[in-house]
């Protein structure tokens, strides 16, 4: 007599999900253990299976927040890890702060010395190896700060000619307020005033771009008449 041959393989995943052929490649959406079975029939109707067990791990589910994600240069940021796994543990973390420097920190701080919009990738390892990644565009915007600063032509006067020339030296500045010590205030890039009496006035320059500002200060001294 002839040897029967093997004529149809059925398998079943152990999902509910059926294939067939001598190989069989199968992608499970779900983690969980699965009865695998496969059923060969032969030509002359002959059945036999063979069952195996199969382990499918979760992936991590990556997910953070900012703690002041918009600030000014230098911009001090808290990212706060809120990844996830369905069963197991987190073993790894890799942070890529979008200007090439990075962190295996689960709660890393890090600040941006540079204003612009900063990209964040987040690489999440699970203690099985499973590895899941996001992506967050211009999750990060660190605004230029400006730097205020000025000169005074002459900080002692007379009051026989008290007018002083302010000049703004400023970086980055968009907006300029100065506070010239005797309730005089003006926006002027560089104001002159000329003060009507004696005494020492404290000068007040705050420079801004955006939410971003800082402060710069002088002194003028007018001497009285003898």
């Known amino acids: 007599p002839q040897d029967n041959t093997i004529d149809t393989w059925i398998w079943s995943f152990g999902d509910g999900t059926l294939g067939n052929g001598v190989d069989a490649a199968y992608t499970y959406s779900d983690h969980g253990n699965f009865l695998v079975t496969l059923t060969a029939t032969s030509d002359s109707g002959c059945i036999a299976s063979g069952t195996t067990n199969i382990k499918v791990f979760p992936n991590p589910e990556p997910a953070f927040d900012l703690v002041e994600a918009i600030g000014c240069t230098p911009h001090e940021v808290l990212f706060v890890n809120q990844s996830t796994v369905a069963t197991g543990v987190l073993s790894a973390f890799a942070w890529d702060f979008g200007n090439g420097t990075t962190s295996t920190s689960t709660n890393p701080i890090y600040t941006y010395q540079d204003s612009g919009y900063y990209d964040i990738t987040l690489l999440v390892t699970s203690e099985e190896g499973c590895q899941t990644e996001i992506f ?74 955006g939410d971003c500002e800082d402060v710069a200060y002088g002194q003028v001294r007018v001497e009285p008449i003898v």
């Open 136 to 209: 967050v565009a211009d999750a990060v915007r660190a605004n230029i700060t400006p730097q205020a600063n000025f000169s005074i032509k002459d900080d002692r006067l007379s009051l026989l000619d008290a007018e002083a020339i302010f000049t703004d030296e400023s970086l980055h500045g968009l907006i300029w307020d100065w506070n010239l010590g005797d309730g005089t205030l003006t926006s002027v890039l560089n104001p002159t005033h000329v003060y009507a009496e004696p005494g020492t006035y404290n000068i007040v320059l705050t420079v801004t771009n």
